[in-house]
């Protein structure tokens, strides 16, 4: 199955999870009941139909050119790097608040840095990810007055 | 007050020395972020939009503009020296450009880029101050009924140009416009798809999204293809000019894409990208030396760098007078400009027109800064070129989280980026155009709370929406918008049919 396929069929299934939960909806209290339920219901219908037309299409295409349709894989070394990226984007929200701006953006880069380089380059790495944290802590709670997450020692 | 006074009132805020300054960091960022493979003007806004936190909104948008404007000059550095294009609008710069390179007159390449971009520029800024009062006060005849099809129609042409793939836009499109309709709906309190989650009532802020699919996407996509170092760049030059032959080469392939530019960037949908490939053909076509395009011609470089800043300029009149983004880059502007508490539209020229003046104003003076950083310094800048995109990439990274966090003040926001970042990525690997997702995330909630004031008005009654000539006229492109490339098909099919009985 190619990316395209499998996307299709992914918007279908948020057309129809999206009407059903259209027509969940609690009506409203004021003015006309069933007025919030009205354009999210047009578009709902909407994305159900064009995603079915867009599975049609996809067989079609599929049966045509099996060939030159881009595949899409689970394993490899692109997937393999998103899902750590990812990965490392949760560990990095749930430090975030806990041990304050400076040291989760050092430990977030560092793994990221990584994630694209290689160990190999650990020196660097730590270097470039701790100039960042302190230099985007100054520049955007310092600077610019946005409040960023000290740590529990009480500085940066 | 006329344009011309409005115009001379906004040079007196725009040339103020501090917002001189901003439109000059500004214009300095968005060049060195334009010159980044992948990081066009769209994402050098989103990441760079939490810089002017904690400005007015004059100064915060003077910047912004100099962020995109300058991101326009940036893209076409790397298409002439790597060959890369910072951004799609940066890829009619490749053709000629590169060659240029190679041939050792890289100097005249980006001394003509920066040349035409100001000129193309300052002539689009010329047209947008002539434009803008009278498209804003037309505006003023609109109600809800047309503003829901007004803002239909532009989402619906931007769909529709995406090429090869509008069952796709379309798609992409209606996405965007349910992520719209997440939290409580403004007119009823009614609680929409937050599934009890009270981070999600308030909505989905569209800033995130933006930096989710442009900035966080863009780092996925990049494991695909990303090299161990830089391509090797040249980083010293001779003096950056261009001879008086190159200058009469040049002059009239400007003068002839500037308009053009403007138009197609006036269009939703069309974008810089299409004005520049318009700009570049229209070009061969018209020279005497067609076989010299594609080895080097530095009319194939000028004409596509001024049309593509007059595109960028053009695209700012339906977000300015309308409050209708025509482009992904205009949507993150306007997205900046709603969270600065402005409304664009009509209103904004009555009620704010000093801001508007000023941002337009600074338009003439960012092209001037532009053009006077980009010409001597052109070495200094393409040096950002040779940091590896294996570093750069994280950086990016780092700065999608914190502009989502200064933007939310809350790490639930960082959940949003990664559900939102990957879900671009895959739409974007099954070839969904993402902007027509980007633009319905802005500008849904505005476009349903017109479709039912319009319902309300009319007691439900569905002919409101073809009640007036406006309406009617709006439906026509509407329709057309969505037959435009079947027609245009029919008629190729209809052409070669002739060609071949012939």
Redesign the interface.
């Known amino acids: 199955m190619n990316?395209?396929m499998?996307?299709?069929v992914i918007?279908t299934m948020?057309?129809f999870v999206?009407t059903l939960?259209t027509f969940l909806?609690?009506?409203?209290?004021?003015?006309?009941s069933y007025?919030?339920k009205?354009?999210?219901a047009i578009?709902?219908i909407?994305?159900l139909l064009?995603?079915s037309?867009?599975i049609v299409?996809e067989i079609r295409l599929l049966a045509k050119d099996k060939e030159s349709t881009?595949r899409?894989s689970f394993i490899g070394?692109?997937q393999k790097?998103?899902f750590f990226?990812?990965l490392n984007?949760?560990l990095?929200?749930g430090l975030?608040?806990r041990i304050g701006?400076v040291f989760a953006?050092f430990i977030?880069?560092s793994i990221?840095?990584c994630?694209?380089?290689g160990k190999k380059t650990w020196k660097s790495t730590l270097l470039?990810s701790l100039i960042?944290s302190i230099v985007?802590f100054l520049?955007?709670n310092t600077?610019?007055?946005?409040?960023?997450p000290k740590s529990p020692l009480g500085f940066m | 007050m006329n344009s011309f006074q409005l115009l001379l009132q906004g040079f007196g805020v725009a040339s103020q020395p501090m917002n001189i300054i901003f439109v000059t960091i500004g214009g300095v960022l968005g060049t060195i972020v334009g010159m980044l493979p992948g990081l066009g003007p769209a994402t050098g806004v989103a990441i760079l939009l939490?810089?002017t936190?904690?400005l007015g909104p004059v100064a915060a948008l003077i910047m912004m503009a100099g962020v995109y404007y300058g991101a326009m000059y940036g893209g076409s550095r790397a298409s002439i020296l790597i060959n890369t294009p910072g951004d799609g609008a940066a890829i009619a710069a490749t053709f000629d450009g590169y060659p240029m390179s190679l041939q050792g007159r890289a100097e005249a390449a980006l001394a003509i880029s920066a040349i035409a971009s100001f000129i193309g520029g300052s002539i689009a800024t010329i047209f947008i101050a002539l434009l803008a009062l009278p498209v804003a006060r037309f505006a003023l005849k609109f109600g809800s009924a047309e503003y829901f099809l007004l803002y239909v129609f532009a989402l619906s042409a931007t769909a529709s140009m995406s090429d090869g793939k509008r069952?796709?836009g379309?798609?992409s499109m209606?996405?965007g416009?349910?992520v719209s309709?997440v939290g409580i709906?403004p007119?009823?309190?009614?609680?929409?798809?937050s599934f009890g989650s009270l981070e999600l009532q308030g909505g989905i802020d569209f800033l995130i999204v933006i930096i989710a699919v442009f900035a966080f996407g863009e780092?996925?996509k990049s494991?695909?293809n990303?090299t161990d170092g830089t391509k090797k760049i040249q980083t010293k030059f001779g003096k950056i000019w261009i001879s008086m032959d190159e200058w009469k080469q040049s002059i009239w392939p400007i003068l002839r894409s500037t308009p053009i530019g403007f138009f197609v960037g006036v269009l939703p949908g069309a974008g810089a990208t299409i004005a520049s490939l318009m700009a570049y053909s229209n070009e061969k076509r018209f020279s005497k030396h067609p076989e010299k395009f594609g080895h080097g011609a530095i009319e194939g470089v000028a004409a596509p760098e001024a049309a593509n800043n007059a595109a960028s300029v053009g695209a700012l009149i339906p977000m300015l007078a309308l409050g209708v983004p025509g482009s992904g880059t205009t949507a993150v502007m306007m997205g900046a400009m709603l969270m600065l508490g402005l409304q664009p539209g009509p209103a904004l020229f009555q009620q704010q027109s000093h801001i508007v003046w000023a941002i337009i104003a600074s338009m003439f003076i960012g092209n001037i800064i532009l053009a006077v950083i980009n010409i001597p310094f052109a070495g200094v800048l393409v040096r950002v070129l040779a940091v590896p995109p294996?570093?750069l990439?994280?950086?990016v990274?780092?700065?999608t989280?914190?502009g989502t966090?200064?933007i939310a003040?809350s790490?639930a926001s960082?959940?949003l980026?990664?559900v939102f970042g990957?879900f671009g990525?895959?739409?974007s690997?099954?070839?969904?155009p993402m902007s027509p997702f980007v633009l319905a995330v802005i500008v849904g909630t505005n476009m349903?709370q017109y479709?039912?004031r319009a319902?309300?008005i009319a007691n439900?009654d569905m002919r409101i929406f073809a009640s007036s000539p406006i309406c009617i006229i709006l439906l026509i492109l509407i329709i057309g918008s969505l037959f435009l490339p079947l027609i245009q098909k029919g008629f190729k099919t209809l052409k070669m049919q002739r060609q071949t009985q012939a």
Do not use: W
């Open positions: 990316a395209s499998i996307m299709s918007v948020i057309g999206y939960s909806l609690p009506d409203a209290r004021i003015g006309v007025e919030p009205i354009f999210p578009l709902g909407s994305l064009l995603g037309l867009l299409q881009s899409i070394e692109e790097n998103i990226t990812l984007g949760f990095y929200a975030f608040d701006y953006t977030f880069l990221q840095l994630i694209f380089r470039i960042f985007a520049l955007f600077m610019m007055g946005v409040y960023l | 939490p810089l936190f904690s069952l796709k379309f798609i209606l996405i416009l349910m309709t709906d007119q009823s309190g009614v609680n929409r798809f780092v996925l494991f695909r990303i294996k570093v990439y994280p950086i990274l780092g700065l989280f914190v966090y200064a003040s790490v960082f959940y980026l990664l990957v990525f895959f739409m690997k099954a070839s969904f349903e479709f039912r319902f309300k439900g």
